[in-house]
DNA sequence: CAGCCTCGAGTTCC
DNA sequence: CTCGAGGCTG
C-alpha cells in the first residue's frame, strides 16, 4: 500500500480507498452475499422508516456507514451485486442527496496569480525554495483554466470505480451515475496504473449551452445562466438519466492517489492520460521560461473568444514531478502551480443605496445596492464596500485605492466579481456623479440598536458595543449557532432562527433546548404558526434532541466567541478534553490575563512617551514592571502560559476567551445551555503509540507534509503539539532552518529528531 | 521585528 | 473568495 510517491503520500490520509472502513478482504464469496442481501434489508427498512415520517430508526451517521459498507462489499465482490443494490438507489434520503466520498489525495485549489508581475514572484519563491539562480533552466507547462467544474475519477484495474466532485477538497459528493453517462469519461482503460485517480474539469461548450437553454425554454424548464451553472446543474442531477441527456464534456488535467507514477513531467503525465483514451486539452503547452509562458497566456487569451467553452485563465505548472514533490503544498494550495487569471469582467451601473448590516461580532458592514445589471453571467444588485475606509476610497494601511475617488449614493460604479464570485467596485464615474450627492456618512451609531459604534484603533471595523443589547448581534449569534460547523440543527436555518427570535421564542442558544418543553405542548402553539405543521413541529424537536449530545469542539465553536474559529475550537478541545476542565482552567487564569492586558496598555503607552520624548522605548522592562505589580498567583500565571502555549493560540484568542468566560451575562448563558447537553470529549488518542502523551514541538521547514498535517497526524497519535519548547516539551521535531528552539531543546536536553526520524518513529501506525 | 502563512469574519448568488 | 489580523519563524 505505501507508495513512494508524494501525491499518495500525504501522512494524515493512511490507505488507499476513498472510503473508510474495515478491510474486507478475507471474507468469503458466500459471506459477503448474505452481508449484501442483510444490508440492502436493513437500508430498505430505513428508507421505509423515514419516507413514512415515523422517527427514523437509525441515525444519519449509521446510515451512512451501513450504505458505506455496502458499497466496499460490492467494490470487493463486483459480480455480487444485487439488482436492487442500494447503491444504485441514489437520493433515497430526501434531501440527502448524495453521499459522500472522502479524497484518498485532497484535491487542492490554486493560488491565483492577476497580472505578469505575480507570475514573476511565483517563479521567483519557486527557485527561492529550491535553491536555484534566476538563471538556472526550469520548465512549466501552460494550458487554460476550463471554467466548469472539477471531478476526480478513480480507476482500479482500469474499470471506472467512483467519480466525485471536489467538495471542500477534503469530502465531495459521490456522482458516479452522472459520470458514467459523460462521453468523455471512459468506462474502461487500458494499460493504466492499477490505481488511477484521474482528476479533470466537466465543462459544457457554448455551443451545447445554448441548444440546452433553447430546449429548456421550449419545454418550459429554467434557464441556466451560464455554461459553467449549467453543466453544475447537469452534474448534479439526481436521476443519472437526465444527466445523460445533457451535453456534458471532460478535459484530465491531473491526478490524485496513483498506484504508480504516471511519468517524469508534467507534460509527459498528460500525454499519458490522453494516450489512456482522456481529452486532454490542445492548448497544453510545456515552456522553458517566463517569457514563453506569458507569450502563451497572451496567445491564449487572443483565442479565447473563439475556443467554444469558457475558460478563465491559465495554469502553470513545474514541469519537472519531482520538483513539484519537492515542494508540497501549503494549507489549500500547491507550491508549484498557479493560475494567472484574466481581467475580470466588468460592468456600469447605479448604487441606488448604502445599507449597513451588523454581524454577530457587531460589526458593521456597508452594503451597495445597485440597479440590476449583468456581471459575467449573472445579475448582481447588491456588492460588499467592505468598511468606511474602502467607501472613501483608501484600504487598511490609508493608501489611496480607486485613485482615492469615494463612493456616493447616485455614483455611476463599475462592478466586477472578484474570483468570480464576490461583487466589488472597481471604480467611480465622477463625470456622471450627481451635483447634489455627498460624501457617505458612515454611522457611528448601530443602525438596529443605537448603542454607540466604535473603531479601535487600528482596526479596520467599527463595532457596535450593545453586545447582548443589539438584537442584531444576538440574531447572528444564534445563526452562527445553528451552523453547519456548529450545532448543525436540521430545521432550525437562518430563515427560522429569525423567526422565533422575533416571537421572542429564543434569545438565546440554551432557548432552543427548552422550545418543546415551553411551546411544544400539543404542538398547538407551534401549529397555529405561519409554515409550521405537525410533521415539522416533531421532526424539528427530533433534530434539537439529537444535538443534545454535542462534541466538545462543536460547542466551543458554536459559543460564537471572538477569535475562536472552527480550527481554535479544535485545538482547545484538544487541549483542555472537557469542558468543565476548560472552565475552571479560564477562572484560574483570569487574574493572568488582566495583568496581560495591563502590561499591553502600559506596554503602549511606553511606546507613545518613548516616541515623544525620541528615546528608544523600554518595552519588556515596561511589561515585567506592570505584571509583578498586579500580583498575579502563582497558579494563575500558570493556567495562562498553559493555555497560550498551545499551537495557535496567542495572546489576542486568550484574552477574547477570558473575557467571555469573566463575563457573567454570557457565563450564565453558557451554564444555562451546557446543562441541557452532554459533551463528548474528542476521540482517545491511540494508546500505544509511541508518541501518546508526549509533547511535540515541530520546527524549521518540513518537505514531506505541511504543519498542518503533521500536527493533526501527531494529534492523532495522541501527542499534544505545542508551539513553542519548553521544559514541558518530550521531543523536537526539526526540519532544514530551524533555529533557536533547536538551540533551546539542546540546552535542555530534549530529545531531537528530522523530519525523517520522525516518520520512521510514526511508520505503520 | 518583518515576512509568511493560516485562520476568522464577512460577503453574493445559485 | 477576499481582506484583515493573529501567530509563528528566523
Redesign the pocket.
Known amino acids: 500500500m505505501a507508495s513512494p510517491y508524494h501525491w499518495s503520500q500525504r501522512p494524515d490520509r493512511p490507505g488507499g480507498a476513498m472510503t473508510v472502513s474495515e478491510p474486507i478482504e478475507k471474507m468469503t464469496e458466500a459471506e459477503a452475499a448474505q452481508e449484501l442481501e442483510r444490508l440492502a434489508g436493513l437500508l430498505a427498512q430505513a428508507n421505509l422508516a423515514y419516507h413514512t415520517q415515523d422517527a427514523p430508526e437509525i441515525s444519519d451517521a449509521e446510515y451512512d456507514a451501513l450504505k458505506q459498507r455496502n458499497a466496499e462489499i460490492e467494490a470487493q465482490f463486483p459480480h455480487l451485486k444485487r439488482a436492487d443494490s442500494p447503491s444504485e438507489q441514489v437520493g433515497a434520503r430526501p434531501g440527502e442527496g448524495f453521499s459522500k466520498v472522502s479524497h484518498a489525495v485532497r484535491m487542492m485549489?490554486?493560488g491565483?496569480a492577476?497580472d505578469d508581475e505575480d507570475v514573476t514572484d511565483f517563479d521567483r519563491?519557486i527557485r527561492k525554495y529550491l535553491g536555484l539562480d534566476t538563471d538556472a533552466p526550469l520548465a512549466y507547462t501552460a494550458e487554460p483554466k476550463i471554467d466548469g467544474l472539477s471531478l476526480s475519477l478513480r480507476y482500479e484495474q482500469g474499470v471506472l470505480v467512483q467519480a466525485a466532485t471536489r467538495g471542500d477538497g477534503e469530502v465531495g459528493e459521490n456522482v458516479t451515475a452522472n459520470a458514467r453517462t459523460i462521453a468523455d469519461i471512459p468506462a474502461r482503460i487500458e494499460g493504466a496504473p492499477e490505481v488511477l485517480e484521474v482528476r479533470g474539469e466537466v465543462y459544457m461548450s457554448h455551443a451545447d449551452f445554448a441548444a440546452l437553454n433553447t430546449r429548456q425554454e421550449a419545454e418550459g424548464g429554467?434557464l441556466?445562466?451560464n455554461p459553467r451553472?449549467a453543466a453544475a446543474?447537469s452534474l448534479r442531477q439526481l436521476d443519472a438519466a437526465i444527466t445523460r441527456a445533457r451535453p456534458l464534456r471532460f478535459f484530465a488535467y491531473s491526478w490524485g492517489e496513483l498506484s504508480e507514477p504516471l511519468a517524469e513531467t508534467q507534460m509527459h503525465a498528460i500525454e499519458r492520460l490522453a494516450s489512456l483514451g482522456f481529452q486532454t486539452n490542445p492548448l497544453t503547452r510545456r515552456c522553458d521560461d517566463l517569457e514563453a509562458m506569458i507569450a502563451h497566456y497572451r496567445d491564449i487569451e487572443a483565442q479565447r473568444a473563439t475556443l467554444g467553452y469558457d475558460i478563465d485563465g491559465v495554469v502553470y505548472k513545474l514541469d519537472d514531478l519531482s520538483l513539484q514533490a519537492r515542494l508540497g503544498?501549503?494549507?489549500?494550495?500547491p507550491?508549484w502551480a498557479i493560475a494567472h487569471?484574466f481581467p475580470a469582467e466588468l460592468a456600469w451601473t447605479r448604487l441606488e443605496a448604502i445599507d449597513i448590516?451588523?454581524?454577530?461580532?457587531?460589526?458593521?458592514?456597508?452594503?451597495?445596492r445597485?440597479t440590476?445589471v449583468t456581471v459575467g453571467g449573472?445579475?448582481?444588485?447588491?456588492?460588499?464596500l467592505?468598511?468606511e475606509?474602502?467607501i472613501a476610497g483608501r484600504?487598511?494601511?490609508g493608501q489611496e485605492i480607486r485613485d482615492g475617488k469615494d463612493i456616493r449614493v447616485g455614483d455611476w460604479v463599475q462592478v466586477y466579481?472578484?474570483?468570480?464570485?464576490?461583487?466589488?467596485i472597481a471604480d467611480v464615474d465622477l463625470s456622471k456623479r450627481p451635483e447634489d450627492a455627498q460624501p457617505f456618512d458612515f454611522p457611528t451609531q448601530c443602525p438596529e440598536c443605537g448603542s454607540p459604534a466604535i473603531r479601535?484603533e487600528?482596526?479596520?471595523?467599527r463595532?457596535c458595543t450593545g453586545g447582548v443589547i443589539c438584537p442584531a448581534q444576538a440574531v447572528?449569534k444564534l445563526k452562527?449557532f445553528v451552523s453547519r460547523a456548529a450545532f448543525d440543527i436540521e430545521g432550525l436555518g437562518a430563515k427560522q432562527v429569525e423567526q422565533f427570535h422575533a416571537d421572542g421564542w429564543i434569545r438565546e442558544p440554551a432557548d432552543i433546548f427548552e422550545l418543546r418543553s415551553r411551546y411544544g405542548e400539543g404542538l398547538q402553539q407551534l401549529k397555529n404558526r405561519e409554515g409550521w405543521g405537525e410533521k415539522s413541529a416533531t421532526n424539528l424537536f427530533q433534530a434539537i434532541d439529537d444535538k443534545r449530545r454535542i462534541p466538545l469542539a462543536r460547542l466551543i465553536?458554536a459559543l460564537?466567541?471572538?477569535?475562536?474559529?472552527?480550527?481554535?475550537?479544535k485545538?482547545l478541545a484538544l487541549h483542555y478534553r472537557d469542558w468543565d476542565a476548560m472552565a475552571a482552567a479560564l477562572d484560574t487564569a483570569r487574574p493572568a490575563a488582566l495583568a496581560h492586558r495591563a502590561a499591553d496598555t502600559a506596554e503602549e503607552q511606553e511606546r507613545q512617551q518613548a516616541q515623544a520624548e525620541g528615546r528608544r522605548?523600554r518595552?519588556s522592562d515596561t511589561r515585567a514592571a506592570v505584571i509583578s505589580a498586579q500580583e498575579v498567583p502563582p497558579e494563575a500565571a500558570a493556567a495562562w502560559a498553559d493555555l497560550?502555549g498551545?499551537?495557535?493560540?496567542?495572546?489576542?484568542?486568550?484574552l477574547?476567551l477570558s473575557d467571555a468566560f469573566a463575563n457573567t451575562d454570557e457565563r450564565a448563558a453558557f451554564d444555562r445551555l451546557t446543562a441541557h447537553l452532554t459533551v463528548i470529549p474528542p476521540d482517545a488518542p491511540a494508546r500505544d503509540s509511541p508518541v501518546a502523551g508526549k509533547t511535540v514541538?515541530?520546527?524549521?521547514?518540513l518537505e514531506k507534509m505541511?504543519?498542518?498535517e503533521a500536527k493533526a497526524r501527531a494529534e492523532a497519535l495522541g501527542a499534544k503539539v505545542a508551539?513553542?519548547v519548553s521544559k514541558k516539551t518530550d521531543l523536537l521535531v526539526a526540519?532544514?532552518?530551524?533555529?533557536?528552539?533547536?538551540k533551546t531543546a539542546q540546552s535542555l536536553g530534549i530529545e531531537t529528531l528530522d523530519e525523517d526520524g520522525w516518520l520512521t518513529l510514526i511508520e505503520g501506525l
Open positions: 485549489s490554486l491565483n492577476f519563491s429554467k441556466f445562466a451553472n446543474g503544498f501549503r494549507s489549500t494550495t507550491r487569471k448590516q451588523v454581524g454577530r461580532t457587531g460589526a458593521l458592514s456597508p452594503v451597495a445597485l440590476p449573472v445579475v448582481v444588485s447588491n456588492a460588499t467592505h468598511n475606509d474602502y484600504d487598511s494601511r466579481r472578484a474570483g468570480d464570485v464576490i461583487p466589488k479601535e487600528g482596526d479596520a471595523v463595532r447572528e452562527h465553536f460564537g466567541i471572538r477569535h475562536v474559529g472552527e480550527v481554535g475550537a485545538d522605548a518595552i497560550i498551545v499551537d495557535g493560540i496567542g495572546a489576542t484568542l486568550g477574547s514541538v515541530f520546527t524549521g521547514s505541511t504543519r498542518a508551539g513553542s526540519g532544514p532552518g530551524a533555529g533557536s528552539k533547536l
